[in-house]
C-alpha cells in the first residue's frame, strides 16, 4: 500500500490551483462594507473625556488580495472621513470631523486633518 500523497490547499482560482501564477482579486467592497461597520464601534475614554466615531462620512479607495508562489499580499489604500464625539467627565461636549488622507499597508504612521 503506498502512501498518500497530501496537496496543499491554495488560495487561487480552479486554473491556479497551487497558488503559483500571479493572481489578484478585488475586495474593495468588502473592505468598505467592514470599515463602514467597525468604525463607529470605536470608543476611546482616556482622562475622563471619551471620544467616540459614530459615522463614516465618506471612504474613497480601494483593496486587494494578490496571490503569487502560495503567499497571499492584502493590499488597500483609502482615503476615510468620519465624524466623532467627545464628552468631558464635567458635562462638556465637542463634535468634530477627522479625514484620514491616506491609510495604506505600508505606513507606519497616519495623516489625520481633525476638524
Known amino acids: 500500500m503506498e502512501p498518500k500523497e497530501t496537496k496543499a490547499a491554495g488560495f487561487g482560482s480552479i486554473w491556479n ?8 482579486r478585488n475586495f474593495t467592497k ?12 470605536v470608543e476611546h475614554t482616556k482622562a475622563g473625556t471619551r471620544v467616540r466615531m459614530y459615522e463614516v462620512k465618506s471612504i474613497e479607495g480601494e483593496a486587494s488580495v494578490t496571490i ?3 503567499k497571499q499580499i492584502f493590499l488597500f489604500d483609502f482615503e476615510l472621513e468620519i465624524y466623532f464625539d467627545a464628552k468631558r ?18 505606513d507606519d504612521e497616519v495623516s489625520l486633518e481633525i476638524i
Not at 473592505?31 to 464601534?41: S, T, V
Open 17 to 24: 490551483n497551487n497558488s503559483w501564477f500571479y493572481e489578484e
Open 30 to 41: 468588502f473592505a468598505k462594507d467592514h470599515l463602514m461597520q467597525a468604525i463607529p464601534k
Open 89 to 106: 467627565e464635567d458635562g462638556e461636549e465637542c463634535k468634530g470631523r477627522v479625514k484620514v488622507h491616506e491609510f495604506n499597508q505600508d
Open 68 to 70: 503569487r508562489k502560495q
